[in-house]
């Protein structure tokens, strides 16, 4: 499979060092048995039932400035985060 299938990124090209990767998890994978691989990612996945509810806990105005004041960016009184995922 190419990288870009694989990665689900458009135009997405390979490497040397990603080539190798993806033979290391292709060996490794191929290695066990089909069925104690989907055990082991359903170890690893975690039901909707296992989280918790989300709860608003209100900050106190020196809280919150302390933080506002440690932020990188701070515009208009909202906090910048940097853009992680490009389309």
Not at 26 to 41: T, Y
Not at 70 to 84: A, D, E, R, T
């Given at each position: ?47 909707l039932n296992d989280l918790r509810d989300d709860v608003v806990i209100e900050s106190s105005e020196s ?25």
């Open positions: 499979m190419s990288l870009e299938v694989l990665s689900n990124i458009k135009d997405a090209t390979s490497s040397e060092s990603v080539d190798k990767l993806f033979g290391k998890v292709r060996a490794a994978v191929s290695g066990q048995n089909k069925v104690d691989f989907v055990e082991l990612m359903m170890d690893s996945a975690v039901s809280e919150r400035q302390t933080i506002i004041d440690n932020f990188p960016v701070v515009k208009n009184n909202y906090l910048v985060v940097p853009k992680v995922i490009e389309e």
